[in-house]
């Protein structure tokens, strides 16, 4: 198995701009989490689905924030506007529910760099 | 501006020598712990998990110990040699039918040749 996929691996752009990261968990796996890491703030979940239903989101910021998950194989994590203080590592990670149910495994992130 | 960033606690060992990471966890409803190794410009990988019915679980070269009372979870790490370098997290669910994962501020492991 490839692992969980992210792309990009690294975003540089623009305050104002809009930032969209992406995320394909690993197939059979029916929970997937989006975290952000900062210096400041360490690792933050930001929110995470099931069966692609979003079920908590009280980890995203503010409304600039939005996720997605169309399909079982698929998310995207939205920034807009993106703003200086967006800048961060941002990590997709997936998990089954059966077996160990609260393993996660993670991808390699995006850096994110908001100038 | 001045960058203030979390201070990470950090442990150094010598090659060879047995390495101990503590982690307080806060949730008393825990039932499920990991401990996660991120090296640099990585995503976090999976070292061995504990449930709150159990003290102590074994892997390869690694031991997580859970103590209930005073909500402590350490690793420990057998003969680290300089692969183990990177910052460790303990990480706590909460229990009931949540799947998240609370982790902690990290650990950084400088192992010395």
């Known amino acids: 198995d490839a692992g969980v996929i992210q792309s990009p691996r690294h975003e540089v752009t623009e305050m104002g701009q809009e930032v969209t990261l992406r995320c394909k968990p690993i197939?059979?796996?029916?929970?997937l989490f989006w975290y952000r890491q900062t210096m400041m703030r360490g690792l933050e979940l930001l929110i995470y689905?099931?069966?692609?239903?979003?079920?908590?989101d009280s980890g995203m910021p503010e409304d600039r924030f939005s996720a997605k998950m169309p399909n079982a194989s698929f998310s995207t994590l939205k920034i807009q506007p993106s703003e200086p203080r967006d800048s961060a590592v941002y990590f997709c990670?997936?998990?089954?529910?059966?077996?160990?149910?609260?393993?996660?495994?993670f991808g390699p992130g995006t850096r994110l760099t908001v100038l | 501006g001045e960058n203030v960033g979390l201070h990470l606690p950090t442990l150094s060992v010598q090659e060879g020598d047995n390495s101990i990471i503590n982690c307080a966890y806060s949730?008393?409803?825990?039932?499920?712990f990991i401990w996660y190794k991120q090296e640099s410009g990585k995503g976090p990988q999976f070292i061995i998990d504990i449930r709150s019915n159990m003290d102590k679980r074994q892997g390869q070269r690694v031991t997580v110990l859970l103590n209930k009372t005073v909500k402590h979870l350490s690793l420990q790490i057998a003969a680290t040699q300089p692969g183990d370098s990177a910052v460790y997290f303990c990480a706590e669910n909460t229990g009931g039918a949540t799947n998240k994962l609370i982790f902690g501020t990290g650990t950084l492991l400088a192992v010395q040749p």
């Open positions: 689905f099931n069966n692609n239903v979003p079920i908590d």
């Open positions: 949730n008393s409803a825990s039932d499920y």
């Open positions: 197939s059979g796996h029916d929970y």
């Open positions: 990670a997936s998990s089954s529910g059966t077996g160990r149910p609260n393993e996660q495994f």
